[in-house]
Each structure stands twice: as structure tokens, then as C-alpha cells.
């Protein structure tokens, strides 16, 4: 029997159960891994016994079950929770594969604060003991909050063999090659779970040893540390927290379970208990309408864990993939990234630590944030086109497909054999019918009208106040006259409306312009050259700026640019006759590197403010890093 490790789905969490501050959440009963997770329930703090429980279910019925946003953001949360899960080529002994977790550790403090540097960050990607997430939600005091924290459990799946028939060098003699040698190597073989000898009574007192790897028939069976899906589900009232903060206390304890393979052989699989505190309270945000500002603190309190343990040995103790997702019944919530003008200071004060927030579910409803580790924007959504998850959501399924193709016999057989997940996915990407794997080439989400001057796709010139969106959304809609008119005439952030080429002219005598994919086309344009106007200033080569990034329509990671001084590299043109500043931040350390490789951040002229333009259009001296 192999070990399912798929996700549950929404009808099977039991109802919320309303919060009692300071109630303990405990598992209803220990978690294999060969059934999805069901979430906690919480139970009276005083009650001695089970008496509690009708009162407790009428309680929760009361209350409702998460909106129906839950449910819409499911796909983009497992993406999350199992982002780097396993990389391609999917194989255990493949050096990517053994260095795992890099997404939403919360492990212990002690353990942490000992060997960690200390991060102040709202990225994901260092370890950490807590999370948290602040965010604005508009909303009477009856409604109700939901909340689900999600996480995986790492688990060690020890193959084992009878003592008595193990040779000495039974662990991947004939079933490893040289990889499989070095993989025995790493460093996280040498934990408190590698070369234990384990005794078990269905077994008689016969002593088992682990090994490195077994087959029983045509099957491969790897040791490797897999992961168990945790949820746990509160739900309260929102006059509740307005009283006061409330906490639930998370706690799920050590398990073994045994699943023998033939007389010989057998899989172990053990886990560590781990512990955590839910912190949840809400605030009145310092806006001119009422709305509350929510706070989730999320912490792993573990102690009993040496600071001297390796870091192998904090994971099996830790929250991995941490994200928690936030709903409402009776309300709504504001967006952080895009708030409405009235909330933008208010949705500046909020303090993420390790997660951040942003709407998911529904495009046409605001019921849900989804708090992850990794930044994204508003409602991210996973691909139609999408067959099934690669561990990879950054990534172009098109292309890890074909390179999961070109995989050997030998090396699918280790990736299977590594993990039921990666099972799945070589037999998925195998068996893929080719209709569904054209769709994979691309796909056109919209379209806009073409340049009958330039031959190319019409830009629409950036508009300030937040009109891009409406601006974008209505032509791609073909609606409004206004927009249609203003297509082929780009505007400049000082409100004047100017061509991004010399305007074709009626005159038969004149050639019209190249077309932009004639290679005369990029004759005519020069980055060096090219200027552009920003704020009444002309911006070219050579001219110093601060980045701006806009709230949205950027790349999520330019928030950390914000206030950065850089340098104008050059002023590129697109295919669609839009604007681009080429920079190289002035304080960056390889910065000279940066330059000789071409490799420069893009922002359009409406992201900068002018710090000083060009003298002689040279690029200057870059300053040396801090």
C-alpha cells in the first residue's frame, strides 16, 4: 500500500467550530498518510469530557461553513503549499532534491533565533518562527471570520529489512548506481532516523535495519522524507475580536505507522510532534469609513528542540509551506496591494511578516485573502491549460513536460520510486493526450485592435490616477469611443499626448514606416538615443532616477525597488510602441557585471521620478555597493 498524499477536498473538513479563547486545538485522532488530513476541532477549556460536543456543533453551525471563496482559491493555495516540493528531474538523488523546504518554514524559535539571521521581511523564503498577516477588512461586527491554516508535516519513510538477511552492504548495493552513493552522502542522512535499528510486535522481536532502498517485484521503494497535509479551521465572530485578541493552541503528536511489503521488507513511517499558536485580533483601521484592521499571527512553539540540531532535524519539528487563508461572511476584504484611495494609508500601515496577503477565489468577489510566502498578486488564478501541478508554478508547463519526456526509463523508474506525487506526474506527462498538450503552446486571453500606421498591436499610453485598468479593460472589451480614439496615441506622464514613432504621413511620395518585425525596424531606434518625457524632464541615457513601482499591472518583486536610486541604461521600445527605462540600481555591488551582461530592471516612464537628467548622455560611474 502506498502512502496517498493527495489534497481533501472542501466537503471534507468538518464544520468550524467557534473559538473559545485560550481553547486548545487537538487532532481528533492521529493522521496517516493514507487519507487527506481532516482539520482539528477545538473543545471547552474546562470541559471534562466530551459532554461539550453538541453544545460545540450547534455552536458552529451557527456560525456557517468558510464562503464559497474557499473553495475558488483551493488550486492556487496547493500550488503554494507544494511550491519546490519536488523540482525536475524529480529524483531523489538529484542535487536540487536534497536541499527542500525553502517556502514558509516556521521552526522553532530557540532553534531559530540560534542559528538564523534575523529578517524583518514579508518574503517567505528565510526560516522563521511566526508569520504574520495584517490586513483591512470592511465588515459590520456581526459578521463572521474564517480562517484556515494550512501546512505540511514532514514525515520519514524508512525502508527497512529484516536484520538477519541485510548484508553489509545491503543498503543500495545492486540497487544504486553511483548517484544513489553520493546521495547517501548528504547531508541529511545523518539525522536521529538514519541507521536505527527498529522492533516491532507484528513482527516479533526481529530486529529491522533501515536501508537505502528495496524492490519487491517490479516495484522500487526509496527512504525519503515525504509530507502530510495539516488544516485547521476557526471561525469567530468579528465582534469577538474587536473585545479582544483570541488564541487557539495547534498541536498534532508524534505517529508511526507500519506497512509491511512481503516478510522481509516493510515501510516505517514516523513523524515528530509538532506544536503551534494561532493569534487572531482586529482593530479599528485609521479610516474616514469603517473598516477593521485584522491581524493572524502564526508561531511555532516548539522548545524542546537543541539549538545545536541540524537543520534536518528543525524540519521535522517545523510548519513547512505555511499559508493560512482568510475569509468573511457579511463583508468584505480591501486589497493591500490596490486599496481604494480612502484606505491607501491604512493598507500602508499593515505589517506582514513572512506572508502577504492578497484577494483570491472569484474575480467577481472580495470574501477571501490568501496569505502566502510567496508575494503574488490579486487574485492569482492556475492556468486552464494546466493538466496537473509540476512543483513549479513559476514555471511553463510546456517546457517541464517535454524535459520530463526526455527522461530515461531508469531514471522514471527512481522519480517514481521517490515519491507518490512524482508517480503521478511522469505517468500524467506520459499519457497526455496531444489535444492537451497543443493547448499547452500558448493561448490568447485578449486581443486589441492593430496600428494601421505601424502595422503592430496599438499601445495604450499609461494613465495616472489608476485609469490603466479601466483603459485595458475597455479595450479589450471594444467598448468605449473615448478609448478608441486615444489607442495609437500614447500619453506621457506630463499629460502630453505624443507618437512613439514619427507619425505616417498621407503623402504617396513617403514610404510608410517599417513593420515591426522587419529588420529595418530596429535600425531606426537606438536606446541610446531614445528619450522620453517624465514629469516636463527629458529622461535619456545617462539620467538618474527613483523607482517608483505602481501598486499593480508590475512585477510583484519590484516592491522592494521602491525608493531605489538607479541609473537610465537606455530607452527601449516594445513591439508595442511602449515605452521602457532599462536601469541598473546605483548602489548595487555588480553593477559593472550588470552592465557588461546587458541584464537591466524595466520600468516604465510613469514608475520613476527624475533625480538628475543626463549631462552628455555617457552613463556615469556607478557608486560602489553598500
Known amino acids: 500500500m502506498t502512502a496517498d498524499l493527495g489534497t481533501g477536498t472542501e466537503e471534507a473538513s468538518p464544520v468550524a467550530v467557534p473559538p473559545r479563547r485560550d481553547a486548545p486545538i487537538t487532532p481528533v485522532a492521529p493522521i496517516t498518510p493514507v487519507a487527506p488530513v481532516a482539520p482539528s476541532r477545538a473543545v471547552r477549556p474546562d470541559a471534562p469530557d466530551a459532554s461539550g460536543e453538541a453544545a460545540e456543533a450547534s455552536g458552529a453551525a451557527e456560525l456557517g461553513p468558510p464562503p464559497p471563496g474557499f473553495a475558488a482559491a483551493r488550486a492556487v493555495a496547493d500550488a503554494v503549499l507544494y511550491e519546490g516540493y519536488l523540482l525536475y528531474p524529480y529524483r531523489r538523488s538529484s542535487g536540487k532534491n536534497r536541499v527542500r523546504w525553502q517556502f514558509g518554514v516556521l521552526a522553532p524559535r530557540p532553534w531559530v533565533e540560534a542559528n538564523c539571521l534575523p529578517t524583518v521581511t514579508m518574503a517567505g523564503s528565510s526560516d522563521s518562527w511566526q508569520q504574520q498577516t495584517e490586513c483591512l477588512v470592511e465588515a459590520p461586527p456581526s459578521a463572521v471570520i474564517h480562517i484556515r491554516l494550512r501546512f505540511l508535516h514532514l514525515q520519514h519513510r524508512s525502508v527497512q529489512r529484516r536484520n538477519e538477511r541485510a548484508r553489509p552492504a545491503e543498503a543500495g548495493s545492486s540497487e544504486a548506481g553511483s548517484s544513489e552513493a553520493e546521495f547517501r552522502e548528504a547531508e541529511f542522512r545523518d539525522t536521529e532516523f538514519r541507521k536505527t535499528e527498529l522492533r516491532d510486535t507484528e513482527f516479533g522481536d526481529t530486529e529491522f535495519v533501515e536501508v537505502d532502498a528495496a524492490s519487491i517485484g517490479d516495484h522500487r521503494y526509496l527512504t525519503f522524507d515525504e509530507a502530510v497535509e495539516r488544516e485547521i479551521d476557526i471561525a469567530v465572530e468579528l465582534s469577538e475580536l474587536i473585545s479582544g485578541p483570541c488564541q487557539r493552541q495547534v498541536f498534532f503528536p508524534a505517529t508511526e505507522s507500519v506497512e509491511p511489503l512481503g516478510d522481509d521488507t516493510r515501510i516505517v513511517r ?187 498591436i496599438a499601445s495604450v499610453g499609461v494613465v495616472t490616477d489608476g485609469a490603466t485598468d479601466n483603459v485595458t479593460n475597455d479595450v479589450t472589451n471594444n467598448a468605449a469611443d473615448d478609448v478608441t480614439n486615444d489607442v495609437t496615441k500614447p500619453v506621457t506622464n506630463a499629460g502630453e499626448v505624443t507618437p512613439s514613432r514619427p507619425p505616417a504621413t498621407t503623402s504617396a511620395r513617403e514610404p510608410s514606416p517599417p513593420r515591426w518585425w522587419d529588420p529595418e525596424a530596429d535600425a531606426a531606434v537606438s536606446p541610446d538615443r531614445e528619450a522620453v518625457l517624465v514629469d ?69 516612464p510613469d514608475e520613476v521620478e527624475v533625480v538628475s537628467p543626463a549631462d552628455d548622455g555617457a552613463a556615469p560611474a556607478v557608486e560602489p555597493g553598500r
Open 536 to 604: 516636463g524632464v527629458r529622461v535619456t541615457r545617462g539620467a538618474r532616477v527613483r523607482l517608483r513601482p505602481r501598486d499593480r499591472g508590475s512585477d510583484a518583486q519590484d516592491m522592494f525597488l521602491d525608493g531605489r536610486e538607479a541609473v537610465v541604461e537606455g530607452v527601449f521600445l516594445d513591439v508595442d510602441d511602449a515605452r521602457h527605462l532599462a536601469v541598473i540600481l546605483v548602489d548595487d555591488p555588480g553593477a559593472d557585471l550588470h552592465r557588461w551582461y546587458g541584464r537591466h530592471y524595466y520600468f516604465a
Open 270 to 456: 514516523t513523524q515528530q510532534p509538532v506544536s503551534a499558536v494561532m493569534s487572531l485580533s482586529a482593530g479599528a483601521a485609521t479610516t474616514p469609513f469603517p473598516a477593521w484592521r485584522l491581524c493572524l499571527v502564526t508561531e511555532n512553539t516548539v522548545t524542546d528542540l537543541a539549538t545545536l540540531a541540524s537543520r534536518q532535524e528543525a524540519l521535522h519539528r517545523a510548519l513547512l509551506a505555511t499559508h493560512s487563508l482568510l475569509g468573511v461572511r457579511g463583508g468584505r476584504f480591501l486589497s493591500v496591494l490596490d486599496p481604494p484611495a480612502w484606505a491607501a494609508r491604512a493598507a500602508e500601515a499593515c505589517e506582514n511578516l513572512h506572508t502577504f496577503p492578497v484577494l483570491a477565489g472569484a474575480a467577481d468577489s472580495s470574501d477571501v485573502v490568501l496569505s502566502a510566502p510567496i508575494i503574488l498578486y490579486d487574485r492569482p488564478a492556475v492556468a486552464p491549460e494546466s493538466p496537473g501541478d509540476l512543483f513549479d508554478a513559476t514555471e511553463i508547463d510546456e517546457i517541464l513536460s517535454l524535459r520530463t519526456m526526455t527522461l530515461t526509463e531508469e531514471e522514471k523508474r527512481e522519480a517514481r520510486a521517490t515519491d507518490p506525487r512524482a508517480a503521478k506526474l511522469i505517468d500524467r506527462v506520459d499519457l497526455i493526450p496531444d489535444d492537451v498538450f497543443a493547448r499547452l503552446h500558448g493561448a490568447v486571453r485578449s486581443l486589441r485592435p492593430a496600428s494601421t500606421a505601424t502595422g503592430s
